[in-house]
């Protein structure tokens, strides 16, 4: 058979590096402390809970195909307009559409060079050139943003703050970025960590999206909801946009279990600030004893820390990554984002962060090479 006939993916397909998920078991390892996926320390919310273990019953019905009720109890709790919000499975999804949507061969997007790589993943994927954006100490730089865009240029994504570096830019920056961009352009906010920041500088977009017609805020139920298995994510949008991404996405591409706990997790916002009153308590605590032990720590307005080892030797992060596992402790290798010396940490329950802390502090004192 001659090799042409076999089915070929479309260009593109083959360049796509699959995105590689936080591991969630060790060969031989039996207690496993999961710190490489920024899911959440506390789990869902109780509310978020209950309203799941009532799902079941009607397990056979279609869900909501417009997920109304969680529109609006998203509406309600951020103060905007239901039906310029869109749900997706998880905020990749409605990446996803965005790309396409607006996106094809021979055009490119702009993103940030540690910046997430789901948004090269749906590039390419579409035939789109993902273009990478050079950063000023591991923090999105507008300047080398605006000199990356091109006129085939479409779509800009901006994960503010940045998953994997943790770091942000200000509300008044970002403003400089949209401006600077041709109105043709789509700016995408990528908020998946709005919750965790409580600075005042700090917008997650809704304000640039209410003063610009094509500028888009992601948000998710996957961190500080602690819903990441559900998948729930959203766009709060002009109203042309989330127009285009109710034609594409499929007509009940959110499941009535996401549904129902995301109406109740959003609610529940005792709960919101007790997770993010209890991840700046121990990010805070975890990156003052890691740089205690002389490690660099990249300062972060997330549920993680970037921590930094040495480029070689018997400190470096290899040999520490494989001594948190042999106890049990999973974090997240981030070579895959050109930070090879680098570990990704979740902060986790009070325990966790203690154990972790622990085991460091024996490998930083030889425990690794013995
Ligand atoms: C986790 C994450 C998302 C969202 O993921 P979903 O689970 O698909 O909602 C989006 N952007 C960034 C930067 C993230 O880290």
């Not at 060790?26 to 959440?40: H, Q």
């Not at 997706?88 to 061969?105: C, K, M, Q, T």
């Not at 930070?339 to 154990?355: K, N, S, V, W, Y």
Request: net charge negative.
């Amino acid at each position: 058979m001659p090799q042409h006939s076999v089915p070929q993916p479309r260009p593109g397909i083959m360049d796509i590096s699959p995105y590689v998920g936080g591991e969630s078991s060790v060969p031989g390892v039996s207690r496993i402390i999961k710190l490489a996926s920024n899911e959440g320390a506390l789990g869902a919310s109780p509310r978020a809970r209950e309203a799941l273990a009532r799902v079941g019953a009607t397990a056979h019905l279609y869900p909501d195909g417009g997920s109304v009720a969680v529109r609006e109890a998203i509406g309600r709790r951020f103060g905007l307009d239901p039906a310029r919000i869109v749900c997706g499975a998880g905020s990749d999804e409605l990446i996803g559409l965005l790309v396409r949507a607006y996106a094809g061969p021979g055009d490119t997007i702009v993103q940030s060079a540690y910046g997430f790589l789901m948004y090269a993943i749906y590039a390419r994927s579409a035939g789109v050139e993902p273009l990478l954006a050079p950063e000023t100490n591991l923090t999105t730089d507008i300047d080398a943003m605006l000199a990356t865009v091109k006129p085939s240029t479409r779509l800009v994504f901006l994960a503010n703050p940045n998953n994997p570096t943790g770091t942000l830019i200000d509300s008044n920056t970002v403003r400089r970025l949209r401006e600077g961009l041709r109105d043709d352009i789509i700016l995408v906010l990528d908020s998946a960590y709005a919750e965790f920041v409580g600075r005042n500088d700090y917008d997650p977009g809704q304000a640039l999206v209410d003063s610009h017609p094509n500028t888009v805020m992601l948000r998710t139920f996957s961190k500080i909801h602690g819903m990441g298995g559900l998948r729930l994510g959203w766009a709060y949008g002009p109203e042309h946009i989330i127009d285009v991404l109710n034609r594409m996405r499929g007509p009940f591409n959110v499941s009535s279990a996401a549904q129902v706990a995301g109406e109740a997790a959003i609610a529940d916002v005792a709960f919101q600030q007790m997770a993010q009153e209890h991840n700046t308590y121990w990010r805070t605590w975890t990156a003052e004893r890691l740089r205690g032990l002389g490690l660099t720590v990249t300062d972060s307005a997330c549920n993680f820390l970037l921590v930094h080892f040495d480029p070689e030797g018997p400190r470096s992060v290899a040999p520490a990554d494989a001594y948190l596992r042999q106890n049990g402790l999973i974090c997240r290798r981030v070579a895959g984002y050109g930070l090879p010396h680098a570990l990704r940490i979740t902060i986790g329950r009070d325990d966790e962060m203690q154990f972790l802390i622990e085991t460091l502090t024996a490998f930083m004192d030889g425990g690794g090479s013995a």
